[in-house]
């Protein structure tokens, strides 16, 4: 499997292109608009195309690149049936399966963060156990539930369900990083993570979230309504 993790420095966001060299299909996961043609072009000097875009969610601190790279590629966007954005060619439930080649993404519902959230589990021959977290599960971290359909309770319930619930060395790969961590396991963040690990209960979640008081993000009220229509500004 073809894999690479690319960044936006503005937004601090991953951006995940995954690719069987054998098909050359290839599929991104959480573009930024302002990266298309970088991200573009590196999939086809990898001699690949594009067939798949995914969202993990409506992002509120950038633009996707979605819409912008379907109209390029003619590749099938993917969003949850939950996300409010029915501008996507797929609209996944809990459990929806798509293939790239011979890479499996099997989308798992985790809302906490926004009502959409979606985590990816992506299996392959011969290939480590990989989940794309979206804002649900971060390094030693988790996205904000202060906005957007935002509830602490929720997203405790969906990473401990959902994400701790894989084998403890299933390599974690989040949407944002702020501190220049690329990558963690299921093990490691069940240990040591701050807001969701082993030190803290539903309760303590709760109240940490409720208390964190931080800006709002400098895009939201652009970001959202751009992204309901798949990054293409409505
Ligand atoms: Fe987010």
């Known amino acids: 499997m073809i894999f690479r993790q690319l960044f936006d420095k503005e937004s601090s966001t991953y951006t995940y292109l995954l690719a069987d060299p054998a098909t050359g299909e290839a599929a991104l996961i959480d573009p930024v608009l302002e990266h298309v ?29 979605a819409g912008k790279l379907r109209e390029l590629t003619s590749a099938k966007t993917h969003v ?5 954005a029915p501008c996507a060619d797929v609209e996944m439930q809990d459990g929806h ?31 480590p156990l990989r989940v794309f977290t979206g804002d649900a599960l971060l390094v030693r971290g988790c996205g904000r539930t202060d906005f957007q359909e935002g509830d602490a309770a929720t997203l405790w319930r969906s990473v401990h369900e959902k994400l701790f619930s894989l084998p403890d060395d299933t390599l974690v790969y989040p949407a944002h990083d702020y ?52 990054g293409q500004r409505p």
Do not use: Y
Request: proline share 5%; aromatic share 4%; with cysteine.
């Open 179 to 230: 501190r220049g961590f690329t990558v963690t396991t299921i093990g490691e963040e069940k240990r040591l993570n701050p807001r969701l690990g082993e030190s803290m209960t539903l309760e303590s979640f709760v109240t940490l979230m409720k208390n964190l008081d931080l800006p709002p993000p400098g895009k939201i009220h652009e970001a959202v309504p751009a992204n309901r229509a798949c």
């Open 80 to 84: 949850s049936a939950r996300g409010g």
């Open 97 to 127: 399966v798509t293939r790239v080649g011979n890479i499996a993404l099997t989308a798992l519902a985790t809302p906490g963060h926004t009502n959409g959230c979606m985590c990816f589990l992506v299996t392959a021959e011969g290939e």
């Open 37 to 65: 043609a970088r991200d573009s072009k590196l999939v086809a000097e990898l001699g690949c195309r594009l067939v798949s875009v995914f969202d993990t969610h409506v992002h509120a601190d950038h633009v996707t690149g």
